[in-house]
């Protein structure tokens, strides 16, 4: 993670930085006091957040930093781009064929379907905010994962897995390296084969 500075002159607008970052899921290093009020009040002006959040009275290390109202831009900007959302094949296709709701209305497809978008781990709002046709949330197909195997000289299925950087096996599948298609396709040699992952 790139390291962010926001420079802040006002409480309010070191609270909403800290806001933005809580809902991000960070947090700071040594304390869970929420905004650290007294931080601020001692003169802390510059936040940072990089593995977690931590502050300076100056830009010490001469990082460059952006201003509050940036900062705030930024986050708009981000707000606008669209949720997307990786499932299965399986359930990208329902999901259309609930979308078209072919010979009833969407509501009446939705009703029909209630069990199934409910057993989908995504949540509810969403899925029905994409049925909807929100601009704001996206659905795809994941990328299927790979993996590497063989059998050895006692019968034994091994999988293919990188231990610090270099090429070993592996009897635990899921311990097995995974990854797209081109990776795996990379690490393949005569003696391994290539199966799904998922």
Excluded: C
Excluded at 42 to 57: E, N, Q, V
Excluded at 163 to 191: H, M, N, Q, S, Y
């Amino acid at each position: 993670m790139t390291e962010t500075v926001v420079h802040v002159t006002t409480l309010e607008q070191w609270k909403s930085v800290l806001d933005v970052w809580y809902k991000q899921g960070h947090y700071w290093l040594f304390t869970n006091t929420k905004y650290q009020e007294s931080i601020f009040e001692d003169g802390g002006r510059y936040l940072f957040l990089d593995d977690y959040i931590t502050y300076s009275r100056t830009n010490h290390s001469s990082k460059p930093f952006i201003e509050y109202s940036e900062f705030m831009a930024q986050q708009k900007e981000d707000n606008k781009m669209a949720m997307v959302y990786e499932v299965s094949q399986s359930v990208f296709d329902e999901l259309q064929r609930i979308k078209a709701h072919e010979g009833t209305s969407l509501l009446g497809s939705i009703a029909l379907n209630a069990q199934l978008i409910k057993s989908i781990e995504v949540g509810n709002k969403a899925i029905l905010r994409y049925l909807a046709d929100d601009p704001a949330i996206e659905f795809k197909v994941k990328e299927p994962l790979y993996r590497l195997w063989l059998i050895d000289d006692f019968g034994n299925k091994l999988f293919f897995w990188i231990d610090d950087g270099r090429p070993d096996w592996v009897g635990a599948e899921d311990e097995a390296f995974t990854a797209p298609l081109e990776e795996i396709k990379k690490w393949k040699t005569p003696a391994w084969d290539i199966e799904k992952a998922d």
